[in-house]
């Protein structure tokens, strides 16, 4: 099988919907280098590993294509990014090392627990696209007065984002946007933030895997699969641009509804693997 021409099209998917949606991209991702880990007969206890180390990596190149259109509409909220990035960062070495010390079982239940989770509450949970932004950040420092609220979000989000291995938009779409920020600032603002997620995390897996005795597959790095990563990542980065500028026009609506389906879809494909 032309592996390459695989993660290719992979990464094309997942490019557009981080762009989309100021997410990585991970919960595409990892149940599919899961599924393909395994079709190639990599170490079974730590396929899971493989596939959150080699997405955490991936999302450095989605989330700087993404974050580079999002900036260029002047999405970005640049000060709320230096607040919580302290906390991204110890946060998100926290979870990637913590992920190193839990067995594969307990990782694929976290991740197909927080699958279903993401997607009902996207499903359940409209936030209007015109929304008005007024006074928005007067809003949010209201609620998060100085900087230990910020440092306080960015670490919880850091150590989720790391476990599951996502850009952290889902989780910092929401808190923002319960904030009164817009919701296309916030989709870009989670998209800057997601950069250093993305950078931590790899740093993370491939420290934890270097460090484990076990055999990991050739040209592994750490829990970093590098084959998987450059084809991803080449075509991830092709695409995101095409999402982020869609975050702007009415198909939006739609394609969310459309990317709930497919987080459902997924979940179920990794509850099933569950039981073998």
């Not at 099988?1 to 993660?7: G, T």
């Not at 991740?111 to 927080?114: A, E, K, L, N, R």
């Given at each position: 099988?032309?592996?390459?021409?695989?993660?290719?099209s992979l990464g094309a998917v997942v490019g557009f919907f981080a762009g989309l949606l100021g997410i990585g991209g991970g919960l595409i991702i990892v149940p599919a280098l899961t599924f393909l880990f395994t079709i190639q007969g990599f170490p079974p206890d730590r396929i899971l590993h493989l596939a959150l180390g080699t997405t955490m990596?991936?999302?450095i190149f989605t989330a700087a294509a993404s974050l580079y259109i999002h900036n260029r509409h002047g999405a970005v909220n640049?000060?709320?990014f230096k607040y919580m990035t302290p906390g991204i960062v110890i946060g998100t070495l926290s979870g990637a090392f913590l992920a190193g010390m839990l067995s594969s079982t307990v990782l694929h239940v976290i991740?197909?627990?927080?699958i279903f989770y993401v997607a009902t509450g996207m499903l359940l949970k409209r936030v209007s696209e015109s929304e008005p932004d007024a006074d928005s950040n007067q809003h949010f420092y209201h609620r998060f007065s100085g900087k230990a609220g910020f440092f306080a979000a960015g670490s919880v989000i850091g150590v989720i984002s790391s476990l599951v291995a996502i850009g952290g938009g889902i989780l910092t779409v929401p808190f923002l946007t319960s904030c009164r920020i817009k919701i296309q600032h916030a989709i870009g603002t989670a998209a800057a933030i997601g950069f250093p997620i993305a950078v931590t995390g790899t740093v993370g897996y491939i420290l934890n895997g270097v460090t484990q005795s076990c055999a990991l597959p050739e040209y592994s790095l750490g829990y970093v699969y590098l084959p998987a990563l450059g084809w991803l990542a080449l075509a991830s980065m092709i695409t995101a641009p095409f999402g982020a500028k869609t975050t702007h026009s009415a198909q939006a609506a739609t394609l969310r509804k459309l990317f709930v389906i497919l987080l459902y879809c997924l979940a179920i494909k990794m509850l099933l693997g569950?039981?073998?």
């Open positions: 099988m032309e592996w390459w021409l695989v993660y290719l990596a991936t999302i640049w000060q709320i991740f197909t627990v927080f569950l039981f073998g």
